[in-house]
């Protein structure tokens, strides 16, 4: 179960209010790029797409946490009944299904951790989990960037980029401009989209 596009985009603004920060425009840029990418797919939903985008990060709500926005995300999201946008907070950061190349600190109580690990064994992802990861690598708080240009951006903030991870969004760019027929850039007005 999902929010509507106005539930989701409250929860955000109300998110924000708890927790100030780039994140929220950053939610915003994933949900415009996963909406775009969406429509042109042609066999996904469009709505759900930006539902999704904008509740990627709803775990920040809470404060700042690495991880842990990972759990705090999931847990809310549950909480409130969505089910499909607590999945999108669980799988955004991992395209591989596991913890090992979380970028970030490991902030999260033994029980936060068990948690994500054990929902990630038995998770099966879809469309788009792997649409919300690609579009998390696309999102700057400012708008769209270079998927290069942000990994980058990444890996000079936290100190490293484990190349799975780079290479795992580089192959998600080139399923959806397969599956679209279409530079992904031109497709989420990466020259001109602004939150």
Sequence with gaps: MLPTREEAEKLLTEAEGCNPGPWGNHSRVVAHCAEKIAQEC????????YILGLLHDIGRKFGVRHLGHVSDGY???MALGYDEAAKICLTHSFNSQTTDEYIG???TSEEEL???QDALKTVVMDEYDRLIQLCDSLAGAEGVLDIEERMEDVKRRYGSYPQNKWDGNLK????FEEKMGRDIYVVVDKDSFKP
């Design 75 to 77: 847990s809310y999201m």
């Design 105 to 107: 600190k490991f902030d």
């Design 172 to 175: 998600l760019k080139e399923h």
């Design 42 to 49: 042609g066999d996904m939903d469009s709505d759900k797409a």
């Design 114 to 116: 068990n948690m994500i």
